[in-house]
């Protein structure tokens, strides 16, 4: 598949976006059940909220270049029983207005205490928002996820694992922007998210190691004998019945050096993963702030370039019929 | 329920690309069009069809065979592409089982594309909508036609009948006899798309002959091996084999 520029910003924005929510609601959370102290970062969680509001709003624009019809997007929310993608286009914008609502009731102070529990804890608007957040980033991840995952015959997306990627790296780039963020307005929290990140990317990197495992792996199961129907060991394909391109000529291949594509892959593992993890290991021992914020712009470009590889190593079926052009 | 598709005799195409340009020109000036082109005259063109005649050589030489492959939309009885489209611009029609795009609703986002593995649907450039075979949608009911006329313009346009046109649920129709009788199959089964065009193979007819086949035994225009007349009192072959 030919990699998007539109598509690898929507997927890897709205990732951190994501992220970053569920990384500051569950410093909120854990705050409010006494595990974490709260103190010092209240003023974290309307500023994480807004950034994550702004990420997803970047992300959001970035997917409107992708359509034919940007005009026509309101449509796109109808086939939800069916469509993943329809799903997604309903949910990005009820997780971005709880978001929205999230942040504004911590920049505000209007956030009345709704239900207070015997041993003390406060569950105040912006924590029952946070979890209403948390579950829609949720669902957010799977349903990107899902998007790719349930095209069965693009095998190397058809895994359990390309949702499970979704979720881990979105969430580890949101945990490293939590942390660079904590270490700019309240550095009492940093330990926490940049403990989180370190952890996320360490998941994401198995879990992405994982798949990239599987499909080095994987087998065809169309050939040209069954694209074609044809029960012959030896077929050639002479003419794809035009010399000029055409929408399928260009979708579907990504014109690029297999050499380039490896380059790629070793470049995203370094960025994504192992780049960033080992900044906020050097952070923790006792390097300076700023390294979280080099973490966060390492991975986020690494996840860029993972977002490239994604597209690019996915081989489409109908590409049996494009083999030559004359 | 009716399920209308295309068989394509693979036995005799003989890849003239008349059904490609017949359907670019009854499409593009019929409800499904314009099917634009980019830069039609220039180095770097480009354009929009609903159907393409592919090439292969099977085999090694010299034992290759040539095999012309028209592929356009299989119009599957469980298309892929239909559940995927967030706004439901694709769909499959239930009375004739011809999946469709809707212009006026399609936004563009390439989704159904991804979705097929036939790669059979085409982004049109110049009106950002994906396109696909339509089975000429307004040609086949149309009534002002001849009712011979009320097939795809593919159909009607190929020299050597390769390409029928019918209903597959109807065991009667010509196309469920050319499938059951002449050996039709689906592309890339291995899916579950179940597509409602099929493909009729390759034939050859080959005729076996023994070796004592070439002789008969009482071939009466072997002159050279003829014996000697026998005398008129002698009994002759003609009683012999009536005996």
Same mark, same amino acid.
């Given at each position: 598949?030919?990699?998007?520029?539109?598509?690898?910003?929507?997927?890897?924005l709205l990732g951190a976006g994501q992220g970053l929510f569920l990384a500051a609601f569950a410093h909120q959370a854990l705050s409010l059940f006494g595990v974490l102290?709260?103190?010092?970062?209240?003023?974290? @969680?309307?500023?994480?909220?807004?950034?994550?509001?702004?990420?997803?709003?970047?992300?959001?624009?970035?997917?409107?270049?992708?359509?034919?019809?940007?005009?026509?997007?309101?449509?796109?929310?109808?086939?939800?029983?069916?469509?993943?993608?329809?799903?997604?286009?309903?949910?990005?914008?009820?997780?971005? !207005?709880?978001?929205?609502?999230?942040?504004?009731?911590?920049?505000?102070?209007?956030?009345?205490?709704?239900?207070?529990?015997?041993?003390?804890?406060?569950?105040?608007?912006?924590?029952?928002?946070?979890?209403?957040?948390?579950?829609?980033?949720?669902?957010?991840?799977?349903?990107?996820?899902?998007?790719?995952?349930?095209?069965?015959?693009?095998?190397?997306?058809?895994?359990?694992?390309?949702?499970?990627? @979704?979720?881990?790296?979105?969430?580890?780039?949101?945990?490293?922007?939590?942390?660079?963020?904590?270490?700019?307005? $309240?550095?009492?929290?940093?330990?926490?998210?940049? !403990?989180?990140?370190?952890?996320?990317?360490?998941?994401?990197?198995?879990?992405?190691?994982?798949?990239?495992?599987?499909?080095?792996?994987?087998?065809?199961?169309?050939?040209?004998?069954?694209?074609? !129907?044809?029960?012959?060991?030896?077929?050639?394909?002479?003419?794809?019945?035009?010399? $000029?391109?055409? @929408?399928?000529?260009?979708?579907?291949?990504?014109?690029?050096?297999?050499?380039?594509?490896?380059?790629?892959?070793?470049?995203?593992?370094?960025?994504?993963?192992?780049?960033?993890?080992?900044?906020?290991?050097?952070?923790? $021992?006792? !390097?300076?702030?700023?390294?979280?914020?080099?973490?966060?712009?390492?991975?986020?470009?690494?996840?860029?370039?993972?977002?490239?590889?994604?597209?690019?190593?996915?081989?489409?079926?109908?590409?049996?019929?494009?083999?030559?052009?004359? | 329920?009716?399920?209308?598709?295309?068989?394509?005799?693979?036995?005799?195409?003989?890849? /003239?690309?008349? /059904?490609?340009?017949?359907?670019?020109?009854?499409?593009?000036?019929?409800?499904?069009?314009?099917?634009?082109?980019?830069?039609?005259?220039?180095?770097?063109?480009?354009?929009?069809?609903?159907?393409?005649?592919?090439?292969?050589?099977?085999?090694?030489?010299?034992?290759?065979?040539?095999?012309?492959?028209?592929?356009? /939309?299989?119009?599957?009885?469980?298309?892929?592409?239909?559940?995927?489209?967030?706004?439901?611009?694709?769909?499959?029609?239930?009375?004739?089982?011809?999946?469709?795009?809707?212009?006026?609703?399609?936004?563009?986002?390439?989704? /159904?594309?991804?979705?097929?593995?036939?790669g059979a649907r085409e982004l049109d450039d110049h009106n950002k909508v994906m396109k696909k075979c339509t089975l000429c949608v307004d040609r086949i009911y149309d009534?002002?036609?001849?009712?011979?006329?009320?097939?795809?313009?593919?159909?009607?346009?190929?020299?050597?009948?390769?390409?029928?046109?019918?209903?597959?649920?109807?065991?009667?129709?010509?196309?469920?006899?050319?499938?059951?009788?002449?050996?039709?199959?689906?592309?890339?089964?291995?899916?579950?798309?179940?597509?409602?065009?099929?493909?009729?193979?390759?034939?050859?007819?080959?005729?076996?002959?023994?070796?004592?086949?070439?002789?008969?035994?009482?071939?009466?225009?072997?002159?050279?091996?003829?014996?000697?007349?026998?005398?008129?009192?002698?009994?002759?072959?003609?009683?012999?084999?009536?005996?």
């Amino acid at each position: 598949m030919r990699p998007a520029l539109s598509v690898i910003l929507l997927t890897t924005l709205l990732g951190a976006g994501q992220g970053l929510f569920l990384a500051a609601f569950a410093h909120q959370a854990l705050s409010l059940f006494g595990v974490l102290a709260a103190e010092g970062a209240g003023g974290l @969680y309307g500023s994480a909220a807004v950034a994550s509001l702004a990420l997803l709003a970047a992300g959001l624009v970035a997917s409107f270049f992708h359509l034919g019809r940007p005009e026509r997007a309101w449509r796109s929310a109808a086939m939800w029983r069916t469509s993943w993608l329809s799903r997604e286009v309903i949910v990005l914008p009820a997780f971005m !207005g709880t978001v929205f609502l999230y942040a504004a009731a911590h920049l505000t102070g209007v956030n009345p205490v709704l239900v207070r529990f015997a041993g003390g804890a406060a569950v105040d608007a912006s924590a029952a928002l946070g979890a209403a957040g948390a579950i829609l980033a949720l669902a957010l991840f799977v349903c990107t996820g899902m998007i790719y995952a349930c095209l069965k015959f693009l095998r190397e997306w058809h895994s359990p694992l390309t949702v499970a990627n @979704y979720i881990l790296l979105g969430t580890a780039s949101g945990f490293t922007a939590a942390a660079a963020l904590a270490a700019w307005r $309240a550095p009492g929290a940093t330990a926490f998210f940049a !403990g989180g990140a370190l952890a996320f990317t360490l998941l994401g990197a198995a879990s992405r190691g994982a798949s990239l495992v599987r499909n080095a792996r994987l087998r065809p199961v169309s050939t040209t004998q069954t694209a074609i !129907g044809v029960r012959h060991p030896v077929i050639r394909q002479i003419t794809q019945g035009y010399t $000029a391109g055409s @929408y399928n000529t260009r979708e579907f291949f990504h014109g690029q050096a297999k050499a380039l594509v490896r380059r790629v892959k070793w470049i995203f593992l370094a960025f994504a993963f192992a780049l960033p993890a080992a900044l906020v290991a050097a952070h923790f $021992a006792g !390097g300076p702030p700023g390294l979280l914020a080099a973490a966060l712009a390492t991975q986020m470009a690494g996840l860029m370039a993972e977002r490239w590889f994604f597209f690019a190593e996915a081989n489409h079926p109908q590409n049996l019929y494009y083999q030559a052009v004359a | 329920m009716t399920q209308l598709a295309l068989v394509i005799d693979l036995n005799v195409c003989v890849g /003239c690309h008349a /059904c490609v340009t017949s359907c670019k020109e009854w499409n593009t000036s019929g409800e499904a069009g314009p099917l634009p082109d980019t830069k039609a005259y220039g180095e770097q063109y480009a354009g929009t069809f609903f159907n393409r005649v592919q090439t292969y050589e099977v085999g090694c030489f010299p034992d290759t065979e040539t095999v012309h492959f028209p592929k356009s /939309c299989l119009h599957c009885e469980d298309p892929p592409c239909v559940p995927v489209c967030p706004t439901g611009a694709s769909h499959k029609r239930k009375e004739d089982g011809i999946v469709l795009v809707d212009y006026d609703k399609c936004i563009g986002c390439k989704y /159904c594309s991804w979705a097929c593995p036939y790669g059979a649907r085409e982004l049109d450039d110049h009106n950002k909508v994906m396109k696909k075979c339509t089975l000429c949608v307004d040609r086949i009911y149309d009534a002002s036609l001849e009712p011979r006329d009320r097939k795809p313009a593919c159909v009607l346009a190929c020299p050597t009948s390769a390409r029928l046109f019918g209903d597959i649920h109807d065991p009667a129709s010509e196309v469920s006899r050319a499938i059951r009788e002449e050996g039709g199959y689906p592309l890339m089964p291995e899916w579950g798309t179940h597509p409602a065009n099929h493909y009729l193979p390759r034939r050859k007819t080959r005729v076996s002959i023994h070796a004592d086949e070439l002789e008969r035994a009482d071939n009466p225009l072997k002159v050279d091996r003829q014996q000697p007349r026998p005398a008129k009192s002698e009994p002759t072959l003609d009683d012999a084999v009536t005996w």
